[in-house]
């Protein structure tokens, strides 16, 4: 499966995802900008993503906690997910996100 | 007043693999002291996850963040590590002989033969809004928390947030200061029910705002800001501001150790994996903070580390004598440190 990602910069990249894998984990496997912090316990929010439009019914909406989390990012907007929080399924093989500013490492 | 203290060992950062440090140095009777930005032991266990289960400790087939720090403070009782919180180191003298002075922003210089960097991720330190040129105005008009209230009287407040710090200075400042709206990006709150109906008696009253949305803009100069540009569902607006108080919670960053003159790699400290001594002869460093090949962020890796680290402590603190390995379960010159023979 494939994820395409655009970076805070406004490259994009395209990434080969592993069934089950996070998708915060392939971002982070392939060397983007993500800073991950607390490695998918959902108790950060630094792997902030922007989900495409198109995908945005497909992944669902955030839990609440996933929403608690995000309280602690100033750029959310209203396609904001966690992207540890997105499994990686052939549902969403060619997702399309973008990387928060929030996500990027110091 | 400056506090001096002399010690064998100051270890930097109070998680479980600078706790467990202190156990492998105290078998070696190494003396440890303790400094750690946060308010108590544990790091990122305590303060990120400590409710969350690991399930990758050896021995524990699950355990709680918060459990494994109580019990690595139960396990290091014996040798009275002390600790010193709240505070951060801010700067590293290496001394003729070999030895280090190192201070700390709470006044204390350290004289101490070996270091131990075990800061994890770095240090916790309040997350910055992503708003363009926020650190011209920061501990000028921006501030991440309240040292001096007289700070915030008189002036045009905007709050932003929804946990507790955001809603306990809400309520704490709006007798002193000339107006405070508080700003969140949703009207949920995750702070105690009492303070957000507190504040919402207030927002009745008329003596505060509060407004859902994002801050996006700063407007100032000289480090002083006079408005705040926010984004909000109902389209952008910009509110007349003197102070900004941003609550996002905690990030880390490496913070000082980049200035300490050790080589570094992508943000972590290069170690040999034989002792885990930096590029700074006496300086060690284990746990996520350190790189070396084949490097795995564990929790257990960072024990293993604090292990071996401590056997090349020894030789450095009591140079000349003759360390013979020795098991807990076997040694009674052990057992006796550890209070059980």
Request: glycine share 0%; aromatic share 16%.
């Given at each position: 499966m494939i994820i395409h990602v655009t970076d805070q910069e406004g490259e994009s990249h395209e990434l080969e995802g592993l069934e089950g894998w996070r998708v915060m984990e392939v971002i982070r496997d392939w060397g983007l900008n993500i800073k991950a912090e607390c490695g998918g316990a959902l108790s950060c929010a630094t792997c902030h993503v922007y989900v495409d439009k198109d995908w945005l019914e497909i992944v669902g909406a955030p839990s609440d906690e996933e929403e608690d989390m995000l309280d602690s990012v100033g750029d959310v907007r209203s396609n904001s997910r966690l992207s540890c929080q997105i499994l990686c399924s052939d549902a969403v093989d060619g997702l399309k996100l973008t990387l928060a500013p929030s996500a990027a490492k110091d | 007043m400056t506090t001096e203290i002399t010690t064998d060992v100051v270890v930097i950062g109070a998680g479980p693999c600078g706790l467990f440090a202190a156990f492998e140095l105290g078998l070696l009777d190494l003396k440890c002291h303790f400094i750690d930005i946060l308010d108590r032991p544990g790091g990122q266990c305590a303060?990120?996850?400590?409710?969350k289960p690991i399930y990758d400790i050896p021995g524990f087939p699950v355990v709680t963040g918060q459990q494994l720090v109580d019990n690595l403070m139960a396990q290091i009782a014996p040798f009275a590590p002390e600790f010193h919180f709240n505070r951060m180191v801010n700067s590293i003298d290496k001394q003729e002989d070999g030895s280090f002075k190192l201070a700390t922003d709470a006044d204390e210089i350290f004289h101490t033969k070996v270091i131990v960097i075990a800061a994890g991720g770095g240090s916790f330190q309040p997350k910055r809004p992503p708003v363009d040129g926020i650190e011209q105005f920061e501990n000028k008009s921006v501030f991440y928390s309240v040292r001096k209230m007289d700070d915030f009287r008189g002036q045009d407040v905007v709050i932003v947030g929804g946990g507790d710090s955001a809603l306990d200075w809400t309520l704490n400042l709006q007798p002193i200061v000339r107006s405070l709206t508080l700003v969140h990006?949703?009207?949920?709150?995750?702070?105690a029910p009492a303070s957000v109906n507190k504040m919402q008696e207030l927002v009745g009253e008329g003596k505060i705002n509060f407004l859902t949305g994002q801050i996006a803009k700063l407007d100032g100069e000289n480090g002083q800001i006079d408005h705040v540009h926010l984004s909000t569902d109902a389209g952008d607006l910009s509110l007349p501001a003197t102070r900004l108080l941003p609550f996002f919670g905690l990030t880390m960053k490496l913070g000082p150790?980049?200035?300490?003159g050790l080589e570094l790699n992508d943000n972590t400290i290069v170690v040999d994996t034989?002792?885990?001594?930096?590029?700074?002869?006496g300086i060690f460093a284990i746990g996520d903070i350190n790189s070396y090949p084949g490097k795995l962020k564990l929790i257990l890796s960072g024990f293993h580390e604090a292990a071996l680290m401590a056997q090349a402590a020894k030789a450095i603190v009591s140079p000349g004598e003759r360390v013979v390995f020795q098991y807990t379960t076997s040694s009674t010159k052990l057992q006796k440190k550890l209070g059980v023979a």
């Open positions: - | 303060e990120l996850y400590p409710e990006r949703r009207a949920v709150f995750k702070a150790v980049a200035d300490w034989e002792k885990f001594e930096t590029s700074v002869p």
